[in-house]
Every structure is written in structure tokens, then in C-alpha cells.
């Protein structure tokens, strides 16, 4: 009785889009636990798809189908969307096209162009991304960072009104091309030379497309304006340009902050009061990855780019300006001991090691180590620098949204970030199964609904009738992250199925191969 009731408080249990033709394959779930994406408990219930979408959830009785998936003491999800992700070049060339680190976290939409980066062409990368196929969906942003780059390149200074002008026009240019709204990195060069002033221009145009705008903020720390004028900054971001406003991959970063998170909640809850949209994604780790130029340089030293820095390097006295100011940078990150290198093409052999070990083998101060290899190179480096604490007092709040900032890289190439292979399971394993710290349905509802709502998505996120076909199905007593950080190269475990606009890209637990995701844009009226 309560799944024939189950179809009436869904309506249209049995719904046909307009204009799906007869021919078009059918598949049906049955008897999965059916958790629609929104919050809500779940309910056994089948779930009958059609072409790429979803036709009907309910009890469907003996609806006939093509294909029929017994999902009986599985979960049925919506796909997952990851809003911060660098899985974009990976997944534009052909031996990752098929985005099977991704698929075997249940991700069916990653946000590509983060932390102001990207290409300014977006119809270009669109084709790129398309040339091969890929296997999950890629929504585009335009990167501010690449935006500024284009016009100035890493000057520090304003932009003048001709320059600004020039910038807004690249903006809109990406609008048009489909994005989904306007991506920052202030932490990072350009970005960080650019005033708040800027940006809230910028964002002005993404407001007419029903944009959103995402940051890497300008400190989530100690290193400039401090942590919370940052994240004041961001917030301002949406109010002037009346937009949604993401704190993306929000944290406190470092001792120096740690307890931090209670005070951003507090910031984002007046700001929302206040009628601001406000939101933040993060991952599910104490660790975070940058280079180790950002997290230790200053960033007058790298205005004008690397040439520029490696002439004050040579230079003494600014060097020692430089020094210092990396002194301060290292106990920020809380210490060389905290700091892992995953990777560095002028010596591999350094991967995946601290940088406490090394400078120790060498019988070298830390900074000086990391000097010497800046001078040589550019490592990136993943960096331990949160309390447990302030993760789950952000991960619990109704307006966070799980991503992962995960690249896509050949099995075996460096150490990167687990999360890479790991965020969205963890979260499953880690803060749901093991924690406690956040229930499955809030958990999904921030992998899929709220996403979706956040950035306008009309058609994913939830499992509905009408909806695009976006689905996970997994055993969630066997979710979890194999990947470590000095092992990282594992997929996580526990998809059973995962379907991508209505075909299967895991099928019984094995990648199919299939490469059916879209680059979707976003357009002028929210559809995908």
C-alpha cells in the first residue's frame, strides 16, 4: 500500500515526455531503496528509464522493459555532481576520456575550470572534451584567473576601465558559450592581484544567465587579508551581483586558524538572514593539495611570472626578503612535517615523500630545501592542515555541497591527493557508516539536489519523473575509498550501477566502456 501511495506523492508515476519515440530502450530498476536526492527517506520503489531519461518511479508493477536490474538491498540515487573539480583536461584526452575514477565514486557531472583556471574558449574545450567521448557529463566555468591572464598577464596592479571592459567582454563571451558561471582562485596569481572591485564586476555579467560564481578565496588562513575578510569577500561577490555565491572547497587552513569553521558558519548564516545566496562545497579530508609556491611563496615575489621570480631568487637582499616571509608561509601549513610531495618532474624520486625527511637527509633547513627545489622546478604538494573539527562543523551545515578538487591522471603517475579517487566515497565510508557525522540522505542531497539548485541544473539531481537518466546504484555497506595518501592509486569501491544520460557506464560492478556524457550548457534559460 505504501508504494501505491508513493505514486500519487510523486505525480505522474507513469510519465511520458513529450515526443520520446516507441523504439527507445527501456531499462527498469526494481526494488531498490530509493532515495530521490532531495533529503527525503528512502523508499522501495522501481524506477523506470526511458532513452535518457527517467519515465516513471513508483511501484511499476509489470511495466514491461527491455533490461531489468534487480537492485533489491541496494541504493538508487541520483548521480553525483562534483563542483570543483580538475578532472577536465584528463578527461579531454583519450586514455581518461572514459572517467572511470570518477564513475567508481558514483560521479555522473563534474564542474570543470575551478579556481579561476581554464580556457577562456569554451566552445573550444567543449570540442576538445567531446572528441573522443567522455564518460561522465562536464559543466564548464569561466576561470577570472584566465580571464585576467588573457588581458594582463600576471601584473600586479588594478586594471584600467580598458582593460576591465576587455574582461567583461571575455565573461560574457563564456556565458554565451554555455558556463555556468564565473570560477576565482584570489589565492592564487593573477587572481590575488586583482581587488575585490573587479570581481564583483565580473560576476555582474554572469548575473543575466543565472549564473553562479565559485572561489578559491583569497586566504584561508593567515597570508593577506586573513580568513574571514576572505570569506567576507566572497560573500559580497553575490550580494552585489545578486548571484548565488560559492565558498568552494571552504576550510581554516592551518594552526593558526584551526576552530575557525564555527566563525564561517556564523558569517555564511547572517549573510543568508540577510538574504544573500550563500553556499560552500568541500571535501572530506584534513588534507589539501596546492603547489608549493602558492602555499609558501608571497605573491609579490611571483608577480610577472616565473622568469620575474627566479630574478628576485637571484637577488640577495630580496631574497631574504623572500626567505622570511617562506618561513612564515611553512608554519602556516603547521610545519615541513605536514607537507607530502605528489609530484615533481625534476625529480620524480622525491614523490610521495615529506618534506621534514627530505630537508633531513639533506642536512638542510626545510626552507631552504624548498628553495632549491622551487629554483629547480615546480612540486605540488599535498599539505595536512585542517582539524577534524572544523571539517565536520562545515560538512554538517544544510548548505554544503561535497566535492572533490580532484585532477584525473594516469594510474601510476605521481602521488596525488586521494581524493582524486576517493572523496565522495569517503564521505559515504567515513562520515556516514563510521562517524555518524551526517546522515546517508543529507549526505546524497549534497552530492546531487543541491548542486543542481545551486547552480540552476533543471533536469539532474534528483530522481524524477521527466528528469535526464543521471543514476547511482550501490551497496552502501560496501562504499569506500581504497585510495591512501602514500598509495593513492585505487579506485574506490561499492557502485553497482551507474548510469549516464540512461546508459550504463558500470553495469554488475565493471566499466562498460561507454563513453555517454555531455558538456552541458547552461544557456540562457537553466537547461542542460
Same mark, same amino acid.
Given at each position: 500500500?505504501m508504494?501505491?501511495?508513493?505514486c500519487?506523492?510523486?505525480?505522474?508515476?507513469?510519465?511520458?515526455a513529450?515526443?520520446?519515440?516507441?523504439?527507445?530502450?527501456?531499462?527498469?530498476?526494481?526494488?531498490?531503496r530509493?532515495? *530521490?536526492?532531495?533529503?527525503?527517506? /528512502?523508499v522501495?520503489?522501481?524506477?523506470?528509464?526511458?532513452?535518457?531519461r527517467?519515465? %516513471?518511479?513508483? *511501484?511499476?508493477?509489470?511495466?514491461?522493459?527491455?533490461?531489468?536490474?534487480? %537492485?533489491?538491498?541496494?541504493?538508487v540515487t541520483?548521480?553525483?555532481?562534483?563542483t570543483?573539480?580538475h578532472?577536465?583536461p584528463?578527461?579531454?584526452?583519450?586514455?581518461?576520456?572514459?572517467?572511470?575514477?570518477l564513475?567508481?565514486?558514483?560521479?555522473t @557531472?563534474?564542474?570543470?575550470?575551478p579556481?579561476?583556471?581554464?580556457?577562456?574558449?569554451?566552445? %573550444?574545450q567543449?570540442g576538445?572534451?567531446?572528441?573522443?567521448?567522455?564518460?561522465?557529463n562536464?559543466?564548464?566555468?569561466?576561470?577570472?584567473g584566465?580571464?585576467?591572464g588573457?588581458?594582463?598577464?600576471?601584473?600586479?596592479?588594478?586594471?584600467t576601465?580598458?582593460?576591465?571592459?576587455?574582461?567583461?567582454?571575455?565573461?560574457?563571451?563564456?556565458?554565451?558559450?554555455?558556463? /555556468?558561471? =564565473? &570560477?576565482?582562485?584570489?589565492?592564487?596569481?593573477?587572481?590575488?592581484?586583482?581587488?575585490? $572591485?573587479?570581481? $564583483?564586476?565580473?560576476?555582474k $555579467?554572469?548575473a543575466?544567465f543565472?549564473?553562479?560564481?565559485t572561489?578559491?578565496?583569497?586566504?584561508?588562513? @593567515?597570508?593577506?587579508?586573513?580568513?574571514?575578510?576572505a570569506?567576507?569577500?566572497?560573500?559580497?561577490?553575490?550580494?552585489?551581483?545578486?548571484?548565488p555565491?560559492?565558498?568552494?572547497?571552504?576550510?581554516a587552513?592551518?594552526?593558526?586558524?584551526?576552530?575557525?569553521?564555527a +566563525?564561517?558558519?556564523?558569517?555564511v548564516?547572517?549573510?543568508?538572514? $540577510?538574504?544573500v545566496?550563500?553556499? +560552500?562545497?568541500?571535501?572530506?579530508?584534513?588534507?589539501?593539495?596546492?603547489?608549493?609556491?602558492?602555499?609558501?611563496?608571497?605573491?609579490w615575489?611571483?608577480?610577472?611570472?616565473? *622568469?620575474?621570480?627566479?630574478?628576485?631568487m637571484? *637577488?640577495?637582499?630580496t631574497?631574504?626578503?623572500?626567505?622570511?616571509?617562506?618561513?612564515?608561509?611553512? +608554519?602556516?601549513?603547521?610545519?615541513?612535517?605536514?607537507?607530502?610531495?605528489?609530484?615533481?618532474?625534476?625529480?620524480?624520486?622525491?614523490?610521495?615523500?615529506?618534506l621534514?625527511?627530505?630537508?633531513?637527509?639533506?642536512g638542510?633547513?626545510p626552507?631552504?630545501? &624548498?628553495?632549491?627545489?622551487?629554483?629547480?622546478? !615546480?612540486?605540488?604538494?599535498?599539505?595536512?592542515?585542517?582539524?577534524?573539527?572544523?571539517?565536520?562543523? =562545515?560538512?554538517?551545515?544544510? /548548505?554544503?555541497?561535497?566535492?572533490?578538487?580532484g585532477d584525473? #591522471?594516469?594510474?601510476?603517475?605521481?602521488?596525488?591527493?586521494?581524493?582524486?579517487?576517493?572523496?565522495?566515497a569517503?564521505?559515504?565510508? =567515513?562520515? #556516514?557508516?563510521e562517524?555518524h557525522?551526517?546522515? =546517508?540522505?543529507?549526505?546524497?542531497?549534497?552530492?546531487?539536489?543541491?548542486?543542481?539548485?545551486?547552480?540552476?541544473?533543471k533536469?539532474?539531481?534528483?530522481?524524477?519523473?521527466?528528469?535526464?537518466a543521471?543514476?547511482?546504484v550501490?551497496?552502501?555497506?560496501?562504499?569506500?575509498?581504497?585510495?591512501?595518501?602514500?598509495?593513492?592509486h585505487h579506485? !574506490?569501491?561499492?557502485?553497482?550501477?551507474?548510469?549516464?544520460?540512461?546508459?550504463?557506464?558500470?553495469?554488475?560492478?565493471?566499466? @562498460?566502456? +561507454?563513453?555517454?556524457?555531455r558538456v552541458?550548457?547552461?544557456? @540562457?534559460?537553466?537547461?542542460?
Open positions: 500500500m508504494r501505491r501511495v508513493m500519487l506523492v510523486l505525480s505522474l508515476c507513469v510519465f511520458s513529450v515526443g520520446i519515440a516507441a523504439q527507445e530502450r527501456t531499462i527498469l530498476i526494481r526494488n531498490g530509493v532515495m *530521490d536526492g532531495a533529503g527525503n527517506p /528512502w522501495y520503489a522501481d524506477v523506470l528509464i526511458r532513452g535518457d527517467i519515465e %516513471a518511479v513508483g *511501484d511499476l508493477g509489470d511495466v514491461p522493459a527491455d533490461e531489468v536490474i534487480d %537492485a533489491t538491498g541496494l541504493y541520483p548521480g553525483f555532481i562534483d570543483h573539480s578532472a577536465g584528463g578527461l579531454a584526452s583519450p586514455g581518461l576520456s572514459h572517467g572511470e575514477p564513475l567508481a565514486m558514483g560521479l @557531472t563534474i564542474f570543470a575550470n579556481d579561476g583556471g581554464g580556457t577562456t574558449d569554451l566552445g %573550444a567543449r576538445t572534451l567531446l572528441k573522443d567521448g567522455i564518460g561522465v562536464v559543466a564548464q566555468l569561466i576561470g577570472h584566465s580571464v585576467r588573457a588581458v594582463m598577464g600576471s601584473e600586479d596592479r588594478a586594471a576601465p580598458a582593460e576591465l571592459d576587455r574582461m567583461r567582454s571575455l565573461v560574457r563571451a563564456g556565458m554565451e558559450q554555455g558556463a /555556468w558561471g =564565473l &570560477s576565482s582562485g584570489t589565492f592564487y596569481v593573477p587572481g590575488n592581484y586583482a581587488p575585490p $572591485e573587479e570581481i $564583483e564586476e565580473l560576476a $555579467e554572469v543575466p543565472g549564473g553562479s560564481y572561489s578559491h578565496y583569497r586566504d584561508e588562513s @593567515t597570508y593577506s587579508v586573513g580568513l574571514i575578510a570569506v567576507d569577500e566572497v560573500i559580497n561577490v553575490g550580494r552585489v551581483a545578486g548571484i555565491a560559492v565558498l568552494t572547497h571552504v576550510k587552513l592551518g594552526p593558526f586558524v584551526w576552530g575557525y569553521g +566563525a564561517i558558519v556564523q558569517r548564516e547572517r549573510a543568508r538572514a $540577510e538574504g545566496q550563500v553556499f +560552500a562545497d568541500q571535501y572530506p579530508y584534513t588534507a589539501s593539495a596546492t603547489g608549493l609556491e602558492p602555499a609558501l611563496l608571497p605573491r615575489a611571483q608577480a610577472g611570472g616565473r *622568469d620575474s621570480l627566479l630574478s628576485r637571484d *637577488d640577495p637582499v631574497m631574504a626578503r623572500i626567505r622570511g616571509e617562506m618561513v612564515e608561509g611553512l +608554519a602556516r601549513r603547521g610545519g615541513a612535517n605536514r607537507i607530502q610531495f605528489r609530484r615533481y618532474r625534476a625529480d620524480e624520486s622525491i614523490e610521495g615523500r615529506l621534514s625527511d627530505l630537508a633531513a637527509e639533506r638542510q633547513d626552507i631552504d630545501t &624548498s628553495i632549491g627545489l622551487i629554483r629547480a622546478g !615546480s612540486p605540488s604538494i599535498v599539505s595536512f592542515n585542517m582539524s577534524d573539527a572544523d571539517v565536520e562543523t =562545515l560538512m554538517v551545515q544544510p /548548505w554544503t555541497m561535497t566535492s572533490s578538487d584525473l #591522471v594516469p594510474m601510476g603517475e605521481g602521488v596525488p591527493h586521494p581524493r582524486t579517487y576517493g572523496a565522495f569517503r564521505k559515504i565510508r =567515513l562520515y #556516514v557508516n562517524k557525522t551526517v546522515n =546517508l540522505e543529507n549526505a546524497i542531497r549534497s552530492m546531487t539536489s543541491l548542486p543542481a539548485q545551486v547552480f540552476g541544473m533536469d539532474r539531481g534528483m530522481l524524477r519523473p521527466g528528469m535526464i543521471d543514476i547511482a550501490f551497496d552502501l555497506a560496501a562504499v569506500r575509498d581504497v585510495a591512501e595518501f602514500t598509495d593513492p579506485y !574506490s569501491e561499492g557502485m553497482v550501477h551507474v548510469f549516464v544520460n540512461g546508459e550504463a557506464a558500470i553495469k554488475d560492478g565493471a566499466f @562498460t566502456g +561507454a563513453r555517454a556524457g552541458l550548457q547552461k544557456g @540562457t534559460r537553466g537547461i542542460s
